[in-house]
Nanobody, 127 residues
Framework: QVQLVESGGGLVQAGGSLRLSCAAS????????MGWFRQAPGKEREFVAS????????NYADSVKGRFTISSDNAKNTIYLQMNSLKPEDTAVYYC????????????????????WGQGTQVTVSS
C-alpha cells in the first residue's frame, strides 16, 4: 500500500521559515515526478512546486519562486519543501503528491498528473 505522509507544518510568524517533509512508503519514486500543492479555505488546490526525482529538474509557482525550495533525498524516499520569507497568504493545507510513472525529467503542475496524495499538513502564517 502506497502512502505519502507529510510533516513539518505549524504556526509561524510572517517572515519566518518552515520545512515540510513528505515520506513515501510502499514503493519507491526514484525517477518519478513529485510535487507540493496547497489549498487555502474557500480556494481551489493550487500548484506550489515539483521535482523530477533522479533528474533534478524543478518547477515553482510564480508566487513562491525565490522563497521556496523543493528537494529530494532518494535514499530516504522523501522530498522536502523549504519555505522561507513566509507570508500570511501562504497559509493553507499543504499536500504532497507523486506520479506513478517515470518522469523522464518532466515536472508536472496539474493535480490531475499525480496518482498518489498525502493527507496534508497545515501551515499557518500570522501577520
Amino acid at each position: 500500500q502506497v502512502q505519502l505522509v507529510e510533516s513539518g507544518g505549524g504556526l509561524v510568524q510572517a517572515g519566518g521559515s518552515l520545512r515540510l517533509s513528505c515520506a513515501a512508503s510502499g514503493r519507491t519514486f526514484r525517477n518519478s515526478a513529485m510535487g507540493w500543492f496547497r489549498q487555502a479555505p474557500g480556494k481551489e488546490r493550487e500548484f506550489v512546486a515539483s521535482i523530477a526525482r533522479g533528474y533534478g529538474n524543478t518547477n515553482y509557482a510564480d508566487s513562491v519562486k525565490g522563497r521556496f525550495t523543493i528537494s529530494s533525498d532518494n535514499a530516504k524516499n522523501t522530498i522536502y519543501l523549504q519555505m522561507n520569507s513566509l507570508k500570511p497568504e501562504d497559509t493553507a493545507v499543504y499536500y504532497c503528491a507523486a506520479d506513478a510513472n517515470t518522469s523522464w525529467g518532466s515536472t508536472f503542475v496539474r493535480a490531475a498528473d499525480y496518482d498518489y496524495w498525502g493527507q496534508g499538513t497545515q501551515v499557518t502564517v500570522s501577520s
